[in-house]
């Protein structure tokens, strides 16, 4: 992960819980940007802006500031128009992951809960989830509950095939959310010894 994206996330979120107009906070980022080969990242979300655009709309050509995963709950969150609400929480996830808080079961659960709370279905999340783990043992855990949603299946049932990930009290949180309230549940799982 390039350290811009973490000065982006972190900073814009702080911007806009500030009531920050969305403009002006793109351009102070801007100004703050130490890697010109950037500028042109920010000159076209600024633009955008201006024009009255959503600004996500260009991220997806400049990976060093916002990864795939980011973008798509970005772009959600602009779409339910809670970016106050919603960047604290994916820039405290972006933070986690640059700095190596969590571990990647943790920021498993961390992303996938952050992808429910942004409104995606549990199969949009999950496959989301395998591109952003794909370089690891938790992309098979992504596909084997994604391939379980899709067909309809209890997340639960899907999870014991993996109990390195999931313990029976994780299976019986993934019951509960799956009626309840999924990412309440998938934020409690690392809790569990």
């Known amino acids: 992960m390039h350290k811009e994206e973490l000065r982006f996330f972190n900073n814009l ?38 024009k009255g655009g959503d600004f996500t709309s ?13 973008l798509a709950l970005l772009k959600a969150a602009r779409r339910c128009n809670s970016l106050a609400v919603f960047l604290p929480k994916l820039a405290a996830l972006v933070r986690a992951r640059a700095e190596g808080e969590l571990d990647p079961r943790e920021r498993f659960f961390a992303t996938w809960a952050l992808f ?13 989830m395998r591109h952003d783990f794909s370089h690891g043992p938790l992309a098979e855990v992504a596909e084997g509950l994604h391939s379980a949603a899709v067909a ?28 309840r309230d999924l990412a309440r549940a998938l934020r409690a799982v690392p809790q569990l010894l």
């Open 58 to 70: 260009v991220l997806a050509d400049y990976p060093a500031i916002c990864s795939r995963t980011s």
């Open 116 to 128: 429910v709370e942004a409104g995606f279905t549990v199969a949009e999340s999950l496959a989301e």
């Open 13 to 50: 979120s702080i911007l806009i819980q500030l009531g920050r107009p969305i403009c002006s906070s793109l351009e102070n980022l801007r100004a703050g940007c130490t890697d010109p080969s950037l500028y042109p990242a920010y000159d076209a979300m600024i633009e955008c802006a201006r």
């Open 152 to 179: 309809g299946k209890s997340l639960a049932e899907a999870a014991e095939r993996f109990p390195e990930v999931f313990s029976a009290s994780a299976r019986d949180l993934l019951l509960y959310g799956e009626s």
